[in-house]
């Protein structure tokens, strides 16, 4: 698969060095060499950069509705996060299971992560780890609207630290299980509806992508 940076933050091609520009990976494209990459696996269901559930598929819902009656802005953005939270009545209850070990948590918001630019990004722990090829897995500690906005306040400032806003589990495989039966997720800035429990897992070697021929790709760069 050749990778072209038409998104909006372009975590997947960041994490590949294909480049930034469109006109940057058309050249990789056109001079290339094949590498296999690790992608993600969600209930047979393929991702590049992230999952979540709780607050965050909440929010893609509730922006499409703004978008259609107001039309796409920033402004309509942002207030689309602000309905979504205010909406936010309960936390999920959550069981998730690792290596035979079983963990429960309350929370607003699951995050899991298999782009290493995006928590570098963010100051985040995890990145080596996903080079390594595993999930990292960030639980919010918050369970309401308010400390989760303080939370993501903290995170857009460098601040967040594991311990006080998250809990990180790293792991290429784990399932975890919610009440609800089917339960709306976030994927690469999608959403779709899928049946818990949901099992995770890296698929390693998964994908073949086209990479610069004579660079090194950002999976493979040493971070300092």
């Known amino acids: 698969m050749g990778v072209l940076p038409g998104g909006t933050f372009n975590y997947f091609a960041r994490d590949l060095g294909v480049g930034e520009t469109v006109e940057e ?7 290339a060499r094949v590498e296999a990459v690790d992608v993600g696996d969600v209930n047979g269901l393929i991702f590049l950069n992230n999952v979540s559930l709780g607050a965050y598929p909440q929010i893609l819902k509730t922006r499409e509705g703004i978008y259609k009656r107001w039309g796409r802005s920033r402004m309509a953005a942002y207030w689309s996060v602000l309905v979504a939270l205010r909406r936010l009545r309960r936390p999920m209850q959550l069981v998730a299971r690792v290596d035979g070990q079983e ?19 963010f100051g985040l722990e995890g990145a080596e780890e996903i080079r390594r090829g595993e999930f990292a ?21 460098g601040k967040s630290a594991k311990n006080d806003d998250f809990d990180l589990i790293l792991t290429d495989e784990l399932t975890i299980e919610t009440p609800k039966r089917r339960q709306l997720i976030a994927h690469d ?18 994908l073949k992508v086209l990479l610069p021929r004579d660079g090194v790709s950002k999976t493979e760069q040493p971070k300092g």
């Not at 990976?25 to 001079?31: E, G, K, R, V």
């Not at 607003?108 to 995006?118: E, K, N």
């Not at 800035?189 to 998964?206: C, I, M, N, Q, Y």
């Open 137 to 157: 897995v960030l639980i919010a500690k918050a369970k309401h609207p308010l400390p989760l906005m303080r939370s993501a306040l903290r995170m857009a400032m």
């Open 189 to 206: 800035g999608e959403k779709t509806a899928l049946e818990s429990p949901f099992r995770l897992k890296v698929r390693h070697d998964g």
């Open 103 to 121: 963990s429960r948590y309350t929370s607003a918001l699951v995050f899991v992560a298999r782009s290493a630019y995006q928590l570098d990004s």
């Open 25 to 31: 990976a058309l050249d990789t494209i056109l001079d």
